[in-house]
């Protein structure tokens, strides 16, 4: 498994003190739209908008309007097309943006693109920020996720008898628990590590962001999907497409995305002109073609604390080898070794969010914007 | 049937000629990111943002993790709790936004807030066009769809044989034929109006903003909630304590949720500073506590092109005369009646949208901003 061991294998041996909180994050009330902080100078956008990228069009033989009454049944009820697979996007451009590689910023398991909006103790995210450092940003949504949607073929089969209730795809359902662990808040629900980042007073406000996925459990097994170089998930050739469509840009996966620019690129399509991997492992089974399609694209892991060790993990140190024996370009920051401390799984959300954002944004421009495309 | 009933009713009564187009909306093809167009000056945000309103904790007995590997099953797959309910908040503050009332608005059926944003064929959305204009301008995305997440209880008990397949929540999927028809672009399926403002070469970037809906099956009858000024439905409660958090807000739905900000006012929550019912049928059976109730704030229905008649149906003309009647302010606009021709349901994508935008910014002005609160 690919992107997630590491996270589960290391983060939770870590031994660091504990400090026992007594925090029960059904406690923390929110003040909701009162905590959210505005900036001090306005920003100034050339464009912002949204659109889609991809979708294509499946059968449906039971739309579900016929419970609602005769008139809806004979005006709706009757099988249909619907489009799935679709990836919604929304963007913002700061006025000169020009100067700046195009940036897409893709969210991870159970999250929408939230993830990079307002931090959920009312921070500026990175979305604005990457914004105004004069970055054109984009934010893309899961195909099958959020406003993206979902492939709902099978689900009413299934309530009328039609299918056997086994075949029904699994819903994952993300539990508070399940964040405070994979989210490496503290070492046990409700308890946080000494020098937690994340807002974890406002950790209800994370709460609401998590909601049910239908993509993970539509792989045979989660390792089989994260492991391969390649994959039929739609959002990967959505985001290749979208970088080729923008004329060049970086595609920044997180957690369970963040294997997708890599996966991207092998799909040999043009235009992505860097992959930034935030909180993963990488991929150390990958062929000599592979190795040469990714030594031609600059590439960035970071991690954030509280794994076993900052150095990078035994998967990662094989794709540095490979890739930067080829002639590529891959850097590992684990934030701790550049002085990023107590930073967790969402570190594009923590009390320091904005520092990281800077060691990212130093990168981009040393190893992308400073390289002739 | 409140809420619908015109649509279904009087729409498709109509006699106007017919245009034969011979489109087949599949054929539509769309050159997505590349159409969308750049406005001529920039925008400039005070603020932007995103949080949520609402949501509330629920127990999760089968979160989905098991099959993703004993790992994942171990770490994961305890039951636990998940948070449902919340609604998803986007807003944009212009420089000087204090002139003006904060407007939220919530879209319908089967749809999210990208209803607001960029066209189906890349024009300026009000959400950017209300901002421009001066307003703190806030989409709301229904509790259950898209970023807001859904109540997943019971899917997966039915996969796993713990429920009855007939007990599982009905996902209602909006089909191409269903969008062409109930979003008024033609007297039937490839066929539209001579005069229709929608944008129907690019109907395919809308069909990509239609997703499966789990909200309107989770009632008895469709009828029987949009007909009752009452409701249980969480996004009315969470509409009413965004106005009052804003301090006062003017509330907007549109289609099926077009009563929402009705039934909110009727919650008795303050804030609610003005109610604009966008294609919509109107309250026609409401107790006289009810009308005093909303003879308090000023209302505008509004509809499109192709109903049987301009006039206000019977609802509406009932609702027109209680409320008035009662010292209230209640206007009625049918686009035809001010010069606006070949509107559909999804005037707000329409060719001409800002033309229909300034025609509400004319009534909030004269009804609400020149209103003492």
Request: net charge negative.
């Amino acid at each position: 498994m690919m992107m997630w061991s590491g996270i589960l294998g290391r983060g939770f041996a870590a031994g660091a003190a504990l400090l026992g909180l007594g925090l029960l994050a059904g406690q923390a009330h929110a003040q909701d739209i009162s905590e959210v902080q505005a900036p001090k100078t306005p920003l100034v956008l050339e464009q912002e908008g949204s659109f889609f990228v991809g979708g294509r069009a499946v059968h449906i033989a039971i739309t579900g309007w016929d419970e609602l009454g005769p008139d809806f049944s004979r005006m709706f009820g009757m099988p249909g097309e619907t489009t799935v697979d679709q990836m919604y996007v929304q963007f913002q451009k700061p006025v000169g943006w020009q100067k700046h590689v195009p940036i897409v910023f893709l969210h991870g398991c159970c999250l929408s693109s939230k993830t990079w909006e307002t931090t959920p103790d009312g921070r500026m995210g990175w979305y604005e920020y990457f914004t105004r450092k004069g970055f054109p940003t984009y934010l893309a949504e899961q195909s099958g996720r959020a406003r993206s949607g979902f492939d709902p073929v099978g689900f009413d089969e299934v309530r009328a008898g039609q299918r056997p209730p086994d075949s029904q795809k699994k819903i994952l359902i993300p539990t508070h628990e399940f964040a405070w662990s994979i989210f490496r808040f503290g070492p046990k629900y409700g308890e946080a590590w000494p020098d937690e980042q994340f807002p974890i007073s406002q950790v209800d406000q994370l709460y609401k962001q998590m909601i049910p996925d239908m993509i993970l459990t539509e792989v045979p097994s989660l390792g089989q999907e994260f492991a391969s170089p390649t994959t039929n998930n739609p959002t990967v050739e959505n985001m290749a497409l979208l970088a080729k469509d923008l004329g060049g840009a970086i595609l920044v996966g997180h957690s369970q995305s963040s294997g997708m620019p890599t996966q991207a690129v092998l799909k040999g399509m043009p235009g992505i002109r860097g992959i930034i991997q935030l909180e993963t492992g990488c991929f150390a089974n990958l062929t000599r073609p592979q190795i040469a399609l990714l030594a031609k694209v600059p590439m960035l892991v970071v991690v954030g604390d509280h794994w076993s060790t900052p150095q990078p993990a035994a998967d990662c140190q094989t794709e540095l080898r490979q890739v930067n024996g080829a002639g590529g370009d891959m850097s590992f920051i684990a934030l701790p070794k550049v002085g990023l401390h107590g930073n967790s799984h969402m570190f594009m959300q923590d009390k320091n969010n904005l520092q990281v954002a800077d060691v990212i944004i130093a990168w981009i421009e040393e190893h992308v914007e400073h390289r002739a495309p």
